[in-house]
């Protein structure tokens, strides 16, 4: 009798620093959540307006090339595309857009007479900083996409 009133009476510890670890786990992945989900919408957007603007570009046609026909015997016919213009197009595009304040930039435009190619990226901070890491990679990050287009003629 006496070691079960021991037992009952003596304190097994106190479940505030089991509280207090669990806490700062739960936030620090909500911290890391909204930072994943944050990287993921800026990649839609600049995958979204990287196609807008490589699509409005590959509707540069290359007038003589075009009549000329140069590809009038192959299989597979294509649209030749004025690689000068589109290149314009896509750059004034591009370099008027912007997502949540941060400008894009061109890293690599490719243009051969039938493709158009691109590889813009963007440098954007996390919303949200994560408490207990102070480094500088866990503060900003780089989103790089690559877009393409072709202009395959579908006749009527």
């Not at 909500?30 to 800026?42: D, E, G, H, K, Q």
């Not at 490589?54 to 597979?76: C, D, E, V």
């Not at 030749?80 to 061109?106: V, W």
Request: aromatic share 12%.
């Amino acid at each position: 009798m006496a070691l079960i009133s021991w037992l009952v009476g003596r304190s097994r510890g106190s479940l505030i620093p089991l509280s207090l670890g669990f806490y700062l786990i739960a936030m620090s992945l909500l911290f890391i959540s909204i930072n994943i989900s944050s990287a993921y919408s800026v990649k839609k957007e600049l995958t979204n307006l990287g196609e807008a603007a490589i699509n409005r570009a590959a509707h540069s046609i290359n007038i003589p090339a075009y009549y000329a026909q140069l590809n009038q015997f192959s299989g597979k016919k294509r649209v030749p595309l004025d690689c000068i213009e589109a290149g314009r197009t896509f750059n004034d595009l591009i370099g008027k857009s912007s997502i949540y304040g941060k400008n894009i930039s061109i890293e690599r435009f490719d243009c051969n007479l039938f493709d158009l190619s691109a590889t813009i990226s963007i440098s954007a901070r996390f919303p949200l900083d994560l408490p207990f890491f102070n480094l500088e990679q866990f503060k900003t990050f780089d989103i790089r996409t690559i877009i393409g287009a072709s202009s395959v003629y579908i006749p009527n």
